[in-house]
């Protein structure tokens, strides 16, 4: 499709979805869930985006896909709300605006920090849209010359990357916790030979284990759990003023804005990363390049901007390798990719093939949900902000509740309770002893698609591994492994960090300078 | 097998690590049991655990889910929001309590008076729970705001969550009992 049938499409969908009714309505109410979740501590974009599966799942397609796009950008602009007034982020996303948001908050310029943040959240997810517009046709075009071997090699890659970046602790734990995902990935039937695995005798287990309950079970118990047995209690907000655009702050922090952007929607297409790693690497980034890096820490309106636009940005970078691949780029992207499974939608590089015009759909949704986020922000912050009185003892048991019913609704069998709880669970202790989730949940996505397409290279080769480095695109991507696995050996891992070192020397803080000029 | 061998071989390497890092004696200490098992904290974590494995494995498939999901988050809103330490206690032995009489009565009672046996007795139940809590506060002379807000929550969310689910999104419930079946009754007289 050339450039301008492609601009003549989105305009097209942008009329159909903007004068119809029942959408505008799904739009702004599931954008004010959305940010009503996100600025709730302890409830995550991730489970927001499941909770709305299961409420959806009735749904036409594009009521649904509208629903829950809305509920992913609101839920992770929502977050900076308590970051700034009570400087506890409401989702992981927002961690460093709180760094910049509740300082200016301190000083009576809450609005002024939310209006920045609502302003700058807007423009990091139009940027978002607009490099998945441009950039996931090109990787569908690239993908469709994909054959056994580099799915395989993508899917393990997939996986190792996602253990490598999102481990806070050892990276040997995030790979355990992938291989964790793949191995639960393995349980039923196979689906070449239809051999049972891991059934124990079990009927119900013979189609797997059902995606959905499983992401419900290990996002949202482990979060049920944290936040009650910690007994998480949220101070009094900052109170404020009229929310304000705040344009002038934005321009003139214009570069920051697109520096993060580029940085958010980079971080959105790795697989399994999230907003939060986007926030926090666009903030230091804007530290580090900051001409007074000292004003950091106390109200600086770069700060605020960085991390924002790049955490909204990385939606539009999560969706990149989810539509294009099949492979998500964030947990909210995990769920949309359950969501988008019960709704017979396969992603993928056939996926302009089966719904044409499926990429510019989801680009224009994205565009309205910034949109609703940006209006709802406006003029409704001030009521939003009234849920942050809600104790988490009162609505984390309603989460639980919803979760419950949420998973059995979806197939309707009590059976996928009984996996939800001890997956759940495991998930909890996993993350008390600093595994991460995202690997785990990976795995199980990705772990068909690996499985079946390594026998089936091997079938196809006779078993010969050949083909792995003889294949271009196949080599890279083992290359690409190879590297991620030695890069955590020590002397490899000693070498890179002092090759960093000697090309990316410390800046000297203004002061440190000063000092040296004075002394 | 190879992810089983992966597994298997980073396991190795984390046990290596910990060895090193913090030696026999530290690898010894990390492994005795401690006595913060019985810590406030994790008397709220076997609340919670105890109260979701309850609620999911005894309560949801074999309970009206709206009597069941009242019940759930009556223990629940009533441990975390009134007086903490005390409440956390007093929750999770009514929790326990209740879904062992219902495990038994599953166990014991035969089919047809078994839905309505079980029924009752998580009425009884939630009634036990909102009493137990309101005499604990009033001994304590605390205000019963926190109580009603709780009672609020545990019988306004089924009433909201069972009808959008059942006659909104027509997804049968989990169980439907007493009240989801008096429902439906009221339902038909209603709209026949």
């Known amino acids: 499709m050339d450039v301008l049938s492609q601009f003549g499409l989105f305009f097209a969908t942008l009329a159909e979805l903007v004068t119809s009714p029942v959408v505008l309505a799904i739009l702004l109410l599931s954008s004010l869930s959305g940010i ?3 600025a709730l501590p302890g409830l995550t974009a991730t489970l927001g985006v499941a909770l709305l599966t299961t409420l959806t799942y009735g749904l036409p397609l594009e009521h649904a896909l509208v629903a829950l796009l809305a509920m992913y950008v609101g839920a992770v602009y929502g977050g900076s709300y308590p970051a700034i007034l009570v400087n506890i982020p409401g989702t992981a996303a927002s961690a460093a605006s709180a760094m910049e948001g509740y300082p200016l908050a301190q000083r009576g310029e809450g609005a002024r920090a939310l209006g920045l943040t609502t302003t700058a959240s807007f423009i990091g997810t139009a940027i978002g849209m607009l490099f998945l517009v441009l950039l996931a046709p090109q990787i569908v075009t690239l993908a469709l010359q994909f054959t056994s071997y580099e799915v395989f090699l993508l899917a393990v890659f997939g996986i190792l990357i996602s253990g490598t970046l999102t481990s806070s602790d050892l990276v040997v734990k995030g790979w355990i916790a992938g291989l964790l995902g793949l191995a639960l990935s393995t349980v039923g039937r196979d689906q070449l030979q239809f051999y049972p695995r891991f059934t124990v005798g ?11 309950p499983v992401l419900i079970g290990a996002f949202a118990i482990p979060q ?3 936040v009650l047995r910690d007994d998480l209690a949220l101070g009094q907000p900052k109170t404020f003023k009229r929310i304000l655009p705040e344009f002038r702050t934005i321009v003139r922090n214009a570069k920051h804005n697109v520096r993060s952007a580029l940085v958010g929607v980079g971080i959105g297409s790795v697989p399994g990363i999230g907003e939060d790693i986007a926030g926090w690497v666009s903030y230091g980034g804007a530290k580090s390049t900051s001409r007074h890096p000292e004003t950091f820490g106390k109200g600086e309106p770069a700060g605020l901007v960085s991390s924002e636009t790049a955490n909204n940005a990385c939606i539009g970078g ?7 691949l099949g492979i998500p780029g964030s947990p909210p992207a995990v769920m949309l990719l359950g969501a988008l499974m019960i709704h017979g939608v396969t992603v993928g590089p056939m996926i302009e093939f089966d719904r044409p015009g499926f990429i510019i759909q989801v680009t224009a949704i994205l565009l309205l949900a910034s949109a609703a986020m940006w209006i709802n922000g406006m003029l409704l912050a001030r009521h939003v902000v009234k849920v942050l009185r809600v104790p988490p003892a009162i609505f984390m048991p309603v989460v639980a509740v919803l979760s419950v019913n949420g998973s059995y609704a979806l197939g309707l069998n009590v059976f996928n309770l009984y996996l939800m709880v001890p997956i759940g669970i495991a998930a909890y202790f996993l993350t008390e002893w600093k595994y991460p989730i995202s690997p785990l949940v990976i795995g199980v996505i990705l772990g068909p698609m690996a499985d079946e397409n390594l026998r089936r290279a091997m079938m196809v080769s006779n078993g010969d591994f050949t083909p792995f480095v003889t294949r271009p695109v196949a080599l890279i991507l083992l290359i690409a492994i190879v590297l991620i696995i030695a890069s955590q050996v020590p002397p490899v891992r000693r070498a890179i960090g002092g090759l960093g070192r000697r090309l990316m020397p410390a800046r000297p803080s203004r002061s440190a300078a000063q000092q040296t000029a004075d002394g | 097998m190879l992810v089983g061998l992966g597994i298997l071989a980073l396991s190795g390497l984390l046990v290596r690590h910990a060895a090193r890092t913090l030696g026999r004696d530290g690898v010894r200490e990390a492994l005795r049991p401690h006595a913060t098992l019985v810590s406030a904290r994790n008397l709220r974590l076997y609340l919670i655990l ?7 494995y005894v309560f949801v498939p074999h309970v009206d889910f709206a009597l069941a999901t009242a019940f759930f988050l009556a223990v629940f809103v009533f441990a975390f929001h009134l007086d903490r330490e005390a409440s956390v206690t007093r929750n999770l032995v009514l929790m326990a309590g209740l879904a062992v009489v219902v495990g038994a009565v599953l166990a014991l009672v035969e089919a047809p008076a078994r839905g309505p046996a079980v029924d009752l007795l998580t009425v009884a139940g939630i009634i036990a729970v ?3 809590n309101a005499r604990a506060l009033v001994r304590q002379g605390l205000a019963l705001k926190p109580w009603w807000t709780g009672l609020a929550v545990a019988l306004l969310t089924p009433a909201v969550v069972c009808p959008v689910f059942r006659y909104g999104l027509l997804v049968p419930l989990p169980h439907e009992g007493l009240v989801i079946g008096s429902l439906d009754a009221l339902r038909y007289a209603l709209f026949r």
Request: glycine fraction near 8%.
């Open chain 2, 130 to 132: 909102a009493a137990v």
């Open chain 1, 36 to 38: 009503a979740f996100g």
């Open chain 1, 318 to 324: 999560a969706l990149i390798p989810l539509l294009s």
């Open chain 1, 202 to 212: 079990m009927p119900e287990l013979d189609s797997g284990l059902e995606v959905v």
């Open chain 1, 224 to 226: 049920i759990i944290r």
């Open chain 2, 50 to 56: 105890g109260s979701i494995i309850a609620y999911v």
